[in-house]
């Protein structure tokens, strides 16, 4: 947090108070702070200035313009003009000081796993509310209460962006975060929604479409660690798998001790989680695809593991078949157990 806000209480006393509030301003510009809060504008003759409706009094033909450059405003129907701080204290009708604390707070950089948690409550509520996404977790096999377990929810698509703009979250930020496109539309549209959480903090949400979209999606940041790793990494040994739909029906089997990547690929911090302690034996289940990518990918990471210390085993399943197709195929917790058994180190 910038120094600013550290002496807020008392920044009138302070004798940098006036570049601390330019600072503000500029970090706030005046124009940016008035479309956040969708006031609509045209340019208005120099490439500076803008006119549109006036915020601060009715009128229905534009008298309220601003000067970008000079970051002050004028309205030739009620007269009033200013900076920002003017503004805020005449739209809120607030005292001046108490106009400084609101755009600080309006500055202050909202927690990113608190609105990640935010978007996932949303999401968890249009489960229950679109019949569509739970269709969709029972052709995979996925049932109560595995589901709540996981923390899983449902994407629409048009909804979410104003439900986080009510609460405050800017354009801004939110596209900044993924959650949105440039538009102003949502990212994750007919997608069946996992979150991804480090030490109990959601770190990311990963998207699985359930129309024609491409099928995985994650937002635009680190995919963190290992899935559940807090949980998993006790167990004497782990199952690995490409995808979270795979670890729930694993979870659902009793095989609790599945963690998945996301994918094939390991991160480095990922790869060090699995290989921390050379005693727990890892099992790869990836994908038994027809042009083997992931019985390659298996075979790869298994011999990355062996050179770290770990004994690593390639679990083979019918051809064409992840875990996830497996037990919906009516796999049982027996079967999976043979193929774990067969299982050979490398
Ligand atoms: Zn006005």
């Known amino acids: 947090m910038r120094p600013f806000f550290s002496y807020a209480g008392r920044w009138r006393e ?5 570049e601390d509030l330019e600072r503000l301003k500029q970090r706030l510009p005046l124009l940016e702070y008035l479309q956040r809060h969708n006031w609509t504008a045209r340019p208005a003759g120099t490439p500076e200035e803008f006119v549109g409706l006036c915020p601060l009094h009715r009128e229905t033909r534009p008298s309220f313009y601003v000067n970008a450059r000079k970051n002050l405003f004028y309205c030739h129907g009620c007269g009033s003009g200013g900076d920002l701080i003017r503004f805020i204290e005449l739209s809120l009708d ?3 000081r108490q106009s400084i604390t609101h755009l600080e707070r309006e500055l202050a950089p909202a927690s990113t796993s608190q609105l990640l ?33 996981l923390g899983i929810g449902y994407a629409p698509g048009g909804n ?9 979250y800017s354009f801004h930020l939110l596209l900044e ?21 480090q030490h109990g903090q959601i770190v990311n949400l990963y998207g699985r479409s359930i129309g024609a979209a491409f099928p995985h999606r994650l937002l635009p940041r680190s995919k963190g660690g290992l899935f559940a790793w807090d949980s998993i990494s006790r167990f004497s040994s782990v199952i690995l798998v ?28 990922q790869f060090h989680q699995l290989s921390d302690r050379p005693d727990r034996p890892v099992y790869i289940v990836f994908d038994q695809d027809e042009n083997q990518a992931g019985q ?37 917790a027996t079967d999976f157990t043979v193929c774990l058994e067969q299982a050979q180190p490398l």
Not at 14 to 18: D, M
Not at 305 to 328: I, K, Q, T
């Open 177 to 197: 975060i993924g959650l949105i496109n440039h538009h102003g539309r949502d990212a994750f549209c007919r997608r069946v929604i996992f979150p991804c959480r």
């Open 117 to 149: 948690e935010q978007t996932l409550a949303f999401y968890q509520l249009q489960l229950h509310r679109d019949s569509e996404g739970a269709r969709y977790l029972e052709q995979r096999g996925l049932r109560h209460p595995t589901i709540e377990e």
């Open 160 to 168: 979410l962006h104003r439900h986080l703009a009510t609460l405050g």
């Open 296 to 332: 390659q990918a298996a075979h790869q990471l298994a011999s990355r593991l062996a050179d770290a210390g770990v004994l690593a085993r390639v679990v083979r399943l019918p051809l064409g078949h992840d875990p996830n197709s497996y037990f919906v195929a009516g796999a049982t």
């Open 242 to 269: 490409e995808g979270v739909f795979d670890l729930a029906v694993l979870w659902q089997a009793g095989f609790r001790n599945t963690t998945c990547a996301i994918g094939t690929h390991l991160t480095p911090p």
């Open 14 to 18: 302070t004798r940098t108070v006036g």
């Open 94 to 96: 607030l005292p001046f």
